[in-house]
């Protein structure tokens, strides 16, 4: 057993504290990561402030994990220690059922154990990556190429997996127009792969103030959503749009923005129900739809890509001690564009 040091928070109005969980001892198919960086996710504040329901306290959230292999289990295959790895949001499934054979670990249907706030197969509460060690089954662990640093690539896990996986499963490539709503940790990851892709990227955001970030990382243009004119000019534009708001939106003025057949996928999680006007839908037979991460296959396949296409998140590192201004900060809206926790600060 590792006695891991953590940071942790006891209630949905807490300030993180230290603290020390245990990891358990390696089965046969286990590794043992020493956790380099953690990305700081708003699904993170989501959970710790209790928005999407009840939830056990102690929690030590981060499922946007990167380290270094220090241990493995006999029967382990795919990794040796010192190998570059990453944990995301899921660390289990079946295994047996048909999603988890088609590689949709995610849509497990009976459910995949996520990184944190789950109970594991052995009966106990899973913890996150706000630690210094983390034991997963090497299935679920992830193989981090050369090239990206591991702070850079800790946000992948998450935040680059969220928005590839509908990319890919909607086809954002040449001639097609995609927006991108919200430019956060996922929004900002969105515009990168989708420009990477092929695709047209325009960027929907609150203001204006982050226009020249978005143009860098692809966007050929940038719109504020704040003003009125910006839903006029761009009726029936975009073939697909992602939604990355971690809040209510009148969902009803963005559907106005696609064309013919399009689809707008919803990533962003807010608790609040999104309300849906059958009229948004049928006059030009469009999509509302939903996307949750990705499979392990296809994650492993979103890192290769950023590999090869030079793609990393923007970020800020931080230590330990300032998560929760961080998390204040994540609620402004005043994130560039992921905080990252330097694990070695604990
Ligand atoms: P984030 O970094 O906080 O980004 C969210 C962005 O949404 C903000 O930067 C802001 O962009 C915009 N926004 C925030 N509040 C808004 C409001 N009241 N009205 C309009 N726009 C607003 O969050 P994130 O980590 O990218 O996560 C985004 C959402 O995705 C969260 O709900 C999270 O739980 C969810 N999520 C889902 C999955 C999944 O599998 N589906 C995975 C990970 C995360 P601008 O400043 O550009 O307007
Ligand atoms: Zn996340």
């Known amino acids: 057993?590792?006695?891991?040091?953590?940071?942790?928070?006891?209630?949905?109005?807490?300030?993180?504290?230290?603290?020390?969980?245990?990891?358990?001892?390696?089965?046969?198919?286990d590794v043992l990561i020493e956790i380099k960086f953690a990305g700081i996710c708003h699904s993170d504040l989501h959970t710790a402030h209790g928005d999407w329901g009840e939830v056990n306290y102690p929690l030590v959230p981060g499922h946007e994990i990167a380290g270094v292999v220090t241990d493995v289990g006999e029967d382990v295959t795919k990794y040796k220690v010192g190998d570059r790895v990453g944990v995301g949001c899921m660390v289990d499934s079946c295994g047996e059922c048909e999603n988890c054979k088609a590689g949709e670990e995610q849509y497990c249907l009976k459910g995949n154990v996520p990184t944190y706030a789950g109970v594991d197969k052995y009966g106990e509460p899973t913890q996150g990556g706000y630690s210094t060690h983390i034991v997963v089954v090497e299935d679920f662990v992830l193989g981090i190429p050369d090239s990206i640093p591991l702070d850079k690539a800790a946000p992948l896990l998450c935040a680059g997996i969220t928005t590839f996986s509908p990319l890919n499963h909607w086809e954002a490539g040449p001639g097609k127009k995609v927006a991108v709503v919200g430019m956060g940790g996922l929004g900002h990851m969105a515009v990168k792969i989708a420009h990477a892709m092929g695709a047209e990227v325009t960027v929907l955001s609150q203001t204006l103030n982050k226009k020249e970030d978005g143009l860098a990382f692809?966007?050929?243009?940038?719109?504020?959503?704040?003003?009125?004119?910006?839903f006029e000019k761009l009726a029936g534009t975009f073939d697909l749009i992602i939604n990355t708001v971690s809040a209510k939106l009148d969902i009803n003025a963005y559907l106005s923005l696609l064309t013919l057949n399009g689809t707008l996928v919803n990533v962003g999680a807010p608790a609040e129900p999104l309300e849906v006007n059958a009229f948004s839908l049928i006059p030009h037979r469009r999509s509302f739809a939903g996307s949750m991460i990705g499979g392990i296959r296809e994650t492993q396949e979103m890192l290769d890509f950023c590999a090869e296409h030079d793609i990393a998140p923007s970020i800020e590192v931080i230590s330990a001690d300032e998560i929760d201004e961080a998390y204040k900060r994540v609620m402004d809206s005043d994130v560039k564009y992921r905080f990252v926790i330097n694990i070695s600060t604990m």
Not at 11 to 28: H, N, Q, V, W, Y
Not at 218 to 230: H, I, K, L, R
């Open 1 to 29: 057993m590792v006695t891991a040091k953590a940071r942790a928070v006891d209630g949905p109005d807490k300030s993180f504290r230290e603290a020390e969980i245990t990891r358990r001892e390696l089965d046969k198919n």
């Open 218 to 230: 692809g966007a050929s243009s940038y719109y504020a959503t704040s003003d009125d004119e910006t």
